[in-house]
């Protein structure tokens, strides 16, 4: 990418910027749940209104896609941004503060909707020189919903396209430098319950009863014991157990008992030994004291991989647009989760994060996305926009070799 070429997409960046926090903020006052998302779905289709864009929605979700056509019949590349909110109340005490009790943008998805937005009006202002087609994938159900999967299946990203790109903001890294890595970013994310079956009796009498309490206490014991000694400790696992419950008052011996919790892996293999030790130690512990385990595992995200010719395209156009202290390597994985790992399963491509740390705070101490505190620094929308679509039109200049 040629000097003249980066600079360009930079200053349409900061020309969209206000544009893109009207949007960003009007979404952020109405956040909304799920995979149906009506009206964050209309402001983004109004907001793309009169550009030379096919839409094309999801039938089983609020999303859609739009499709950029340029002159020539090229590659395709996919720039994805989600729209769902968070189940949470906001705290942060903005003028824009979400209206919509008990929901809240705390994930930044506000953002990446305005800056895909940006993005498109900015290819779309070039289309004369796209050497191919432009994806631009509005994808409500990230947070647990799995509406990238949904969206798959719908059949609206088919044909394939041919790389895929993705940029997620967060408070914890400085503020404009783009992060990313090679290979996991993210975990794969399975829930558990565990359902323990003994026989209830009087709290006097524990030989006539086969108390569910401490067969419940052992399991969740043993698991995590299981995960450090059972899984080699570089492709690790995180088993946490978040919730048990039993009982209904003090001089009861409960039947049952419940152990509910999260799985986290970054390959398939480890997460296969989890799922297996899971089932192996709960059930013959639980037939040690006579009792019984019921275990179900609840599938969640896959592990999202970054192919490492579309991080090596994320890196050059990082730099080339903003200097060679615009990249961030990142040395770890992170143990969240993301289903814009569905669209890497079937694409070759990369997610990166954003740097948004709000002025004046350290990105090392502030509040993290998914807390109700969660503020970010709004000028870096102009360089998500600008990154959007200068990746884009590397990869359809050059494909993977533009790296």
Same mark, same amino acid.
């Given at each position: 990418m040629d000097k003249s070429s980066s600079n360009e997409w930079v200053e349409a960046g900061e020309a969209l910027l206000p544009e893109m926090i009207s949007l960003r903020r009007a979404i952020h006052e109405e956040p909304e749940l799920g995979l149906h998302t009506p009206k964050t779905t209309a402001k983004a289709k109004r907001a793309l209104e009169g550009l030379p864009l096919e839409i094309v929605d999801s039938k089983s979700t609020t999303g859609f896609v739009a499709l950029l056509r340029g002159p020539a019949n090229g590659r395709t590349v996919l720039l994805r941004g989600d729209m769902d909110a968070l189940p949470l109340t906001e705290d942060t005490g903005l003028a824009f503060t979400s209206r919509n009790e008990?929901?809240?943008?705390?994930?930044?998805?506000?953002?990446?909707?305005?800056?895909?937005?940006?993005?498109?009006?900015?290819?779309?202002?070039?289309?004369?020189?796209?050497?191919?087609?432009?994806?631009?994938?509005?994808q409500p159900g990230e947070e647990g919903y799995h509406g990238a999967r949904f969206m798959l299946e719908d059949g609206i990203i088919d044909p394939l396209p041919d790389a895929a790109f993705a940029l997620h903001v967060t408070p914890n890294v400085p503020s404009g430098l783009i992060a990313g890595r090679v290979g996991p970013l993210l975990a794969a994310a399975d829930r558990f319950v565990v359902t323990v079956k003994g026989k209830g009796g009087h709290a006097s009498m524990p030989h006539n009863a086969v108390d569910s309490i401490p067969v419940a206490c052992e399991i969740v014991m043993a698991l995590h014991a299981m995960v450090t000694r059972r899984i080699e400790a570089f492709d690790p696992v995180v088993l946490t157990v978040g919730r048990i419950a039993s009982g209904t008052t003090n001089n009861i011996i409960p039947e049952t008992a419940e152990i509910e919790g999260t799985i986290r892996s970054f390959?398939?293999?480890?997460?296969?030994?989890?799922?297996? +030790?899971?089932?192996?130690?709960?059930?013959? $512990?639980?037939? *040690?004291?006579?009792?019984?385990?019921?275990?179900?595992?609840? &599938? #969640?995200?896959?592990?999202?991989?970054?192919?490492?010719?579309?991080?090596?395209?994320?890196?050059?156009?990082?730099?080339?647009?903003?200097?060679?202290? +615009?990249?961030?390597?990142?040395?770890?994985? $992170?143990?969240? *989760?993301?289903?814009?790992?569905?669209?890497?399963?079937?694409? &070759? #491509?990369?997610?990166?994060?954003?740097?948004?740390?709000?002025?004046?705070?350290?990105?090392?101490?502030?509040?993290?996305?998914h807390s109700n505190r969660m503020v970010i620094d709004e000028n870096v929308m102009a360089r998500g926009a600008a990154m959007h679509a200068a990746y884009a039109e590397a990869f359809l200049n050059d494909g993977f070799e533009a790296a």
């Open positions: 008990g929901a809240m943008h705390a994930c930044g998805h506000d953002t990446h909707v305005a800056m895909l937005v940006g993005a498109a009006k900015a290819l779309c202002a070039r289309r004369d020189r796209l050497a191919g087609s432009v994806m631009f994938m509005f390959s398939e293999g480890s997460r296969a030994l989890a799922h297996e +030790g899971l089932q192996r130690v709960a059930t013959n $512990i639980a037939a *040690a004291h006579k009792a019984e385990a019921n275990v179900e595992i609840i &599938p #969640g995200f896959p592990v999202t991989i970054c192919h490492g010719d579309a991080v090596a395209l994320a890196k050059k156009t990082a730099q080339a647009l903003f200097g060679d202290h +615009g990249w961030l390597p990142m040395p770890a994985p $992170i143990m969240g *989760a993301e289903d814009f790992a569905y669209v890497l399963q079937k694409v &070759p #491509g990369a997610m990166c994060f954003l740097g948004a740390t709000p002025e004046g705070g350290d990105f090392r101490s502030c509040c993290a996305l």
